[in-house]
């Protein structure tokens, strides 16, 4: 009886000390930053202050009062509402293009996915210059498109250089692209395993069926790629939430004309590091935390709702 | 029966014009994802005229052709250390693998084959915590990582990378497929868990081990909210880093500019293309897309 007993606390030992490196760090730099982030957004916490006063939860009546808080909001929600539903599509597209071809897809593959192992400082970089007014790349070949059209007498208006970065209301849309150009090529990867995992034989049954190609994505493909996509939408929702580094090169610290640029998880980092009003900053995060986390639950019980009514639809 | 079956596929590939079709489709796509590359090598090739004005602005050819923004930003050693960015990315991208590997092995060697009081529990606390989004951390790493003395400094850099549970969580999915039989024969020749691991379980599980490395080493190589804040000295930045505080100063410098980043994207284009086979079955694998 105690020597079984020994021996189970021998394997407790024996466990506790595999799991051990990982947990310290995982408690110093995951579990302990949840607690003292909380911590922080209930104290006004100004850096250079000799203490700290607990102050409930002011910083978030603070935030919820904020002109420029819902203003960050409001881009950060416009930038998934572009992002997430057109990059997934661009994805899927490319991916539904390279299930297609018998052979020889992996250039293609590896080209779209090129631009997601460059930095998004390059990125950015990069893209202020394609998006330049006068000589930028994307306004070059739209104005020799135009002219070119115009020369052959269509009646178009002379080509009037798109503002990219310049017009606010094109701000989250030029910062949406980029995005889809830098990161399409990973979610396409995903969507052409899931491709790969759909049995032959149900695009075999359609075909004897008669069914179209636009019939065999509905009944086939999508129903059957549904967890891929629930996957990528989560993943995709809860990066672009976070979008940071796109403004900060492209526009920091003011963020763009307008503070058209201004994302949350920027709005926190100018309030915690620039401000140095680390509660209020932290209240933020706390804020965009709580946000992205109801909005992962909401996803799954949509797509499980759909689920739901497709299966019964069958039966 | 065996030449009605072969006919077809014989006819197919002579011409299929759907399969001409879907290549040009694709290929104009791949075009699309490589001009802003190509347009950036092509502006850090252009003489500062070319750059910004007339038809040189227009061409995808230099001409003429120089180095001269190379030569430009290479001699500006004191705000463009590049080569002690780059080794600084180099050092930091492969000590968090390294880190990585070993820590999230030995817990998922623990969480997947071992039984122990609060495994279960522990567990389900690090599944929780990967929807935690990175960003609602930052200010409280940045005062633990202060607090600890570490700030501006390569442990800042290193360590607090190992606190994630997602290499966990997949080497443990691994690790729980290798079948128990393997295991229990090991034992009974007299392994301890450590032999287990190293002789039964880590050989089965390179695959998983390759594709969380590579990932790990892109994700640490392109990290920029924690490196941007745990750094402040020049000589401490990493490349991405690096590179955006640069650019803030020579904004409107387009050549030079094209060029700095033409030479922070080179050598992870080349680790990428040198990769690319273990890169794309490794995400179709773990489900990790490289961001």
């Known amino acids: 009886m105690s020597s079984s007993r020994n021996a189970l606390r021998r394997a407790d030992r024996i466990g506790w000390l595999f799991a051990l490196p990982h947990l310290v760090l995982f408690a110093v730099f995951l579990l302990a930053p949840v607690g003292y982030g909380f911590y922080l957004s209930l104290h006004r916490w100004h850096v250079l202050?000799?203490?700290?006063?607990?102050?409930?939860?002011?910083?978030?009546?603070?935030?919820?009062?904020?002109d420029i808080f819902w203003l960050a909001l409001r881009n950060t929600l416009l930038f998934?509402?572009?992002?997430?539903?057109?990059?997934?599509?661009?994805s899927l597209l490319l991916a539904l293009g390279l299930n297609g071809l018998r052979k020889a897809s992996t250039p293609y593959k590896v080209a779209v996915y090129l631009p997601v192992v460059v930095s998004i400082s390059v990125v950015a970089v990069l893209w202020r210059w394609l998006y330049n007014r006068e000589v930028g790349l994307l306004n070059l070949t739209a104005k020799g498109f135009v002219d070119a059209l115009r020369s052959l007498g269509l009646p178009l208006a002379p080509f009037d250089p798109i503002p990219w970065l310049a017009d606010p209301s094109l701000v989250m849309l030029s910062i949406a692209l980029m995005t889809i150009w830098w990161t399409a090529g990973g979610n396409m990867i995903l969507y052409l395993a899931g491709l790969g995992n759909i049995p032959e034989d149900y695009y075999e049954a359609a075909r004897i069926d008669g069914a179209t190609n636009?019939?065999?994505f509905w009944h086939v493909t999508w129903p059957l790629l549904r967890p891929t996509t629930l996957f990528c939408l989560v993943i995709s929702v809860l990066g672009s939430f976070q979008i940071f580094g796109q403004s900060y090169v492209l526009f920091a610290p003011g963020s763009g004309p307008a503070r058209s640029g201004l994302t949350l998880a920027l709005y926190m980092y100018q309030q915690g590091f620039s401000q140095y009003e680390i509660g209020y900053g932290a209240a933020i995060a706390y804020l965009l935390f709580a946000l992205v986390l109801g909005l992962t639950v909401v996803q799954f019980r949509l797509f499980n709702a759909e689920r739901r009514a497709r299966e019964g639809r069958a039966i | 029966m065996s030449t009605t079956r072969y006919r077809p596929q014989a006819r197919r590939r002579r011409f299929d014009p759907g399969q001409a079709f879907l290549h040009g489709v694709?290929?104009?796509?791949?075009?699309?994802?490589?001009?802003?590359?190509?347009?950036?090598?092509?502006?850090?090739?252009k003489s500062p005229e070319d750059v910004i004005a007339g038809l040189g602005a227009m061409r995808w050819l230099p001409n003429p052709l120089t180095t001269e923004n190379y030569r430009y930003i290479l001699s500006k050693v004191e705000e463009f250390p590049v080569w002690r960015w780059t080794a600084n990315s180099?050092?930091?991208a492969l000590s968090v693998t390294a880190l990585v590997l070993v820590v999230d092995t030995l817990a998922a060697f623990a969480y997947a084959r071992l039984?122990?009081?609060?495994?279960?529990?522990?567990?389900g606390l690090l599944v929780a915590t990967m929807l935690v989004p990175g960003q609602a951390l930052l200010i409280p790493s940045y005062l633990i990582v202060r607090a600890l003395g570490w700030f501006d400094t390569y442990l800042a850099l290193i360590v607090p990378a190992g606190a994630s549970a997602f290499g966990v969580f997949l080497?443990?999915?691994?690790?729980?497929n290798i079948p128990a039989e393997l295991e229990e024969a090991a034992v009974l020749d007299g392994c301890g868990p450590l032999q287990v691991l190293r002789h039964v379980i880590l050989p089965l599980a390179k695959p998983a081990l390759a594709a969380l490395g590579i990932f790990t080493f892109m994700a640490t190589w392109n990290a920029f909210e924690g490196p941007l804040l745990y750094t402040d000295s020049l000589a401490m930045r990493t490349l991405p880093i690096g590179i955006a505080v640069f650019q803030g100063r020579y904004n409107t410098e387009y050549g030079p500019m094209m060029a700095a980043a033409t030479l922070a994207a080179v050598p992870v284009v080349i680790a990428f293309l040198l990769f690319q086979r273990h890169?794309?079955?490794?995400?179709?694998?773990t489900g990790l897309a490289g961001r």
């Open chain 1, 214 to 216: 636009a019939q065999r």
């Open chain 1, 80 to 90: 998934v509402v572009i992002a997430v539903p057109f990059g997934n599509a661009v």
């Open chain 2, 279 to 285: 890169i794309i079955k490794g995400i179709a694998l």
């Open chain 2, 171 to 176: 080497l443990r999915q691994f690790f729980s």
């Open chain 2, 90 to 92: 180099v050092l930091v």
């Open chain 2, 115 to 123: 039984r122990w009081r609060g495994r279960d529990a522990l567990f």
């Open chain 2, 26 to 45: 694709m290929a104009l796509a791949a075009l699309l994802f490589l001009a802003p590359l190509g347009w950036m090598l092509s502006t850090s090739l």
């Open chain 1, 49 to 66: 202050a000799q203490d700290h006063p607990f102050v409930g939860f002011a910083n978030y009546r603070a935030a919820l009062a904020d």
